[in-house]
């Protein structure tokens, strides 16, 4: 299986930035789509973002359009997620795993669940 280690997850304000970061290790991740999920407290973990194996296309959920971009590194086998306008419904804790890239955004055959980096927004 394909795991990663997430790291980033902090407290910030309200319209404050943060930029996440994922290591795989188990498989290189060139040639796996990867994405990000998040579960708030109280909730079902859900797919926020995905990106494709070649790094050309990639998939937001309509609350985080225009504020998230997942992006990712082959070289250092590391996925991004740097998330501007940060707002308390992004609350939770934040995975990456290997995914399939669709609507809704799902664990992949070769995916498992990390560790996880939490990620508060509050004032």
């Known amino acids: 299986q394909l795991q990663f280690v997430e790291s980033g997850g902090d407290l910030v304000q309200p319209g404050g930035s943060l930029g996440l970061s994922c290591v795989a290790s188990?498989?290189?991740?060139?040639?796996?789509?990867i994405g990000w999920f998040r579960q708030a407290p109280g909730e079902e973990r859900e797919g926020v973002s995905c990106i494709s194996s070649s790094g050309y296309s990639t998939w937001y959920i309509n609350s985080v359009k225009g504020r998230f971009t997942i992006s990712r590194d082959d070289a250092k086998n590391t996925v991004y997620l740097q998330m501007n306008n940060l707002k308390p419904e992004d609350t939770g804790v934040y995975y990456c795993?290997?995914?399939?890239?669709?609507?809704?955004?799902?664990?992949?055959?070769?995916?498992?669940w990390g560790q996880g980096t939490q990620v508060t927004v509050s004032s």
């Open positions: 188990g498989l290189t991740m060139d040639y796996y789509a």
């Open positions: 795993a290997q995914a399939d890239c669709g609507r809704p955004i799902r664990l992949g055959v070769l995916g498992s």
